[in-house]
């Protein structure tokens, strides 16, 4: 069966399954569309289904020019498990978050294999790209896998090869982002490198599918503990009076040794305030406690009652109070330059303000309505920003810097703003930094 698998790779004739179309699976569809792959495409959200068919995108990066492409080329998205057997690769790209207690939240994953267990046939390759503890792929997809009375590395092939989007990264593409993968079986590798190998340019493989687990969190671990490191430089930085963007700046000129990294109000998107959690809950089983990592977890989890602190002593200043200050949060984006809202801190910094009686408002160009999530709630759309709008606010809180914004006419118009972003160089009355 192995050898059958990988002529239809060399071939083009394997039909590809993405389960889950968000921001991981929309651009893989694409990628095994555009190098004539046809892809079939599985999701829950009939909504999404539904405008892919339309040829739409639902995601700002990707443009709706390409969903039409691959809808013209025979890509097909739909809510129906059952034609799982259609596809001879069923890759998994499904959220992987935490729980209230700050545990793996596997609902995602073992829902989805769950879901499409019963219509498993021989010869399927399985691949899991959500980010996870190391063991998950063996101990939970495995024996789901074979209770089906397969033999994975026989008649049946399971990997696991972690997702590496950057969303709205222009540098970068699924193309030309390495892809590591880890097989089960020596025979699972081979096929789960031939099939990424076929639309990635670099694949690098490793020994297990715990590696290729492990090697998704060090990444992961290794950004947060090093923001962790310099957002706790900030606050002490801030007390001596030091703008630690411009330590950055200079530390950065050294050419080697050094990598910059840049505090902010907290930290966003699917990766990096969630992944190191997953290591910590698993190190348990083994009675290993992270502390490195669990430090650096406390230090960005306090970034946004730290900005809080500044803009409550900003207004302090002005003889004002948070409760009743109208306040602007500029970017409800996690990140810059993008749409995805996924664990933002800007949407914690606007409830946390919102408790304290604050009047809130956002503006943000690439979220024009405050969506609908899981656990965040705000009826609210984005402000457009005129001089007598800005000027209307008591505080504009900087939470996302997008290139969109008009920097120069906000520091013009606004009374204060609290810039958690080190967008302002130079020191000016009515910018504070956080």
């Given at each position: 069966m192995?050898?059958?698998?990988?002529?239809?790779?060399?071939?083009?004739?394997?039909?590809?399954g993405?389960?889950?179309?968000?921001?991981?699976g929309?651009p893989?569809m694409?990628?095994f569309n555009?190098?004539?792959?046809?892809?079939?495409?599985?999701?829950?959200?009939?909504?999404?289904v539904?405008?892919l068919h339309?040829g739409?995108?639902?995601?700002?990066?990707?443009?709706?020019?390409?969903?039409a492409?691959?809808?013209a080329?025979?890509f097909e998205a739909?809510?129906?498990f059952?034609?799982a057997p259609?596809?001879d690769?069923?890759?998994?790209?499904?959220?992987?978050?935490?729980?209230?207690?700050r545990?793996p939240d596997m609902?995602?994953?073992?829902?989805t294999i769950d879901?499409l267990v019963p219509h498993?046939?021989?010869?399927?390759?399985?691949s899991?790209?959500s980010?996870?503890?190391p063991?998950t792929?063996?101990e939970?997809?495995?024996p789901?896998?074979?209770?089906r009375g397969?033999?994975?590395g026989?008649?049946?092939?399971?990997v696991f090869?972690?997702e590496?989007?950057?969303?709205?990264?222009p540098?970068?593409t699924?193309?030309?982002i390495?892809k590591?993968?880890g097989?089960?079986t020596?025979a699972?590798q081979?096929?789960?490198?031939?099939l990424?190998s076929a639309?990635?340019?670099?694949v690098?493989?490793?020994?297990s599918t715990?590696?290729?687990?492990?090697?998704?969190?060090?990444e992961?671990i290794?950004?947060?503990?090093?923001?962790?490191?310099?957002?706790?430089?900030?606050i002490?930085?801030?007390k001596?009076?030091i703008?630690?963007?411009e330590?950055?700046?200079?530390a950065a000129?050294k050419?080697f040794?050094f990598?910059?990294?840049?505090?902010?109000?907290g930290?966003?998107g699917h990766c990096i305030?969630?992944?190191?959690?997953?290591?910590t809950?698993?190190?348990?089983?083994y009675?290993?406690?992270?502390?490195f990592?669990?430090?650096?977890?406390?230090?960005n989890?306090s970034m946004?009652?730290?900005?809080?602190?500044?803009?409550a002593?900003?207004?302090?200043?002005?003889?004002?109070?948070i409760?009743?200050s109208?306040?602007?949060v500029?970017?409800?984006?996690?990140?810059k330059?993008?749409?995805?809202?996924?664990e933002?801190p800007?949407?914690?910094?606007m409830?946390?303000?919102?408790?304290l009686?604050?009047?809130?408002?956002?503006?943000?160009?690439?979220?024009p309505?405050?969506p609908?999530?899981?656990?965040?709630?705000?009826?609210?759309?984005?402000?457009?920003?005129t001089?007598?709008?800005?000027?209307?606010?008591?505080c504009?809180l900087?939470a996302?810097?997008?290139d969109?914004?008009d920097y120069a006419q906000?520091?013009?118009?606004?009374q204060l703003i609290?810039?958690s972003?080190?967008?302002?160089?130079?020191?000016?009355?009515n910018v504070?930094?956080?």
């Amino acid at each position: 069966m192995k050898d059958a698998f990988l002529k239809k790779i060399a071939d083009k004739s394997a039909v590809i399954g993405i389960v889950g179309l968000g921001y991981v699976g929309l651009p893989l569809m694409l990628r095994f569309n555009e190098v004539g792959f046809k892809v079939l495409g599985f999701d829950i959200d009939q909504r999404k289904v539904d405008a892919l068919h339309a040829g739409k995108s639902y995601i700002e990066h990707i443009s709706s020019d390409s969903i039409a492409s691959a809808r013209a080329a025979g890509f097909e998205a739909t809510t129906d498990f059952s034609r799982a057997p259609e596809a001879d690769a069923l890759i998994l790209c499904v959220p992987t978050p935490l729980n209230k207690y700050r545990e793996p939240d596997m609902s995602f994953v073992l829902g989805t294999i769950d879901s499409l267990v019963p219509h498993l046939r021989a010869g399927h390759l399985v691949s899991l790209e959500s980010t996870t503890y190391p063991g998950t792929t063996d101990e939970e997809l495995l024996p789901r896998i074979e209770s089906r009375g397969f033999k994975v590395g026989d008649n049946a092939f399971l990997v696991f090869s972690p997702e590496r989007e950057d969303p709205g990264n222009p540098n970068f593409t699924t193309r030309t982002i390495p892809k590591v993968c880890g097989g089960v079986t020596p025979a699972c590798q081979e096929i789960g490198v031939a099939l990424y190998s076929a639309v990635i340019d670099k694949v690098v493989p490793v020994s297990s599918t715990r590696a290729a687990e492990m090697t998704k969190l060090l990444e992961n671990i290794h950004r947060a503990v090093n923001i962790g490191l310099v957002n706790e430089m900030k606050i002490v930085a801030d007390k001596m009076g030091i703008d630690i963007h411009e330590v950055i700046r200079a530390a950065a000129t050294k050419p080697f040794g050094f990598v910059p990294y840049y505090p902010g109000p907290g930290l966003g998107g699917h990766c990096i305030p969630i992944d190191p959690f997953y290591l910590t809950w698993k190190a348990r089983e083994y009675g290993v406690h992270t502390r490195f990592i669990e430090l650096a977890g406390e230090v960005n989890s306090s970034m946004p009652d730290y900005v809080i602190s500044k803009v409550a002593a900003a207004l302090n200043e002005r003889k004002k109070a948070i409760n009743g200050s109208k306040i602007l949060v500029l970017g409800i984006a996690y990140k810059k330059n993008v749409d995805d809202m996924r664990e933002s801190p800007s949407v914690f910094l606007m409830e946390k303000l919102r408790d304290l009686g604050a009047d809130i408002s956002y503006s943000d160009p690439h979220v024009p309505v405050f969506p609908k999530m899981r656990e965040h709630h705000f009826e609210l759309s984005s402000v457009a920003l005129t001089a007598d709008s800005i000027a209307g606010y008591d505080c504009v809180l900087l939470a996302t810097d997008h290139d969109k914004f008009d920097y120069a006419q906000l520091q013009q118009h606004a009374q204060l703003i609290v810039d958690s972003r080190g967008k302002y160089l130079q020191p000016v009355a009515n910018v504070v930094k956080a």
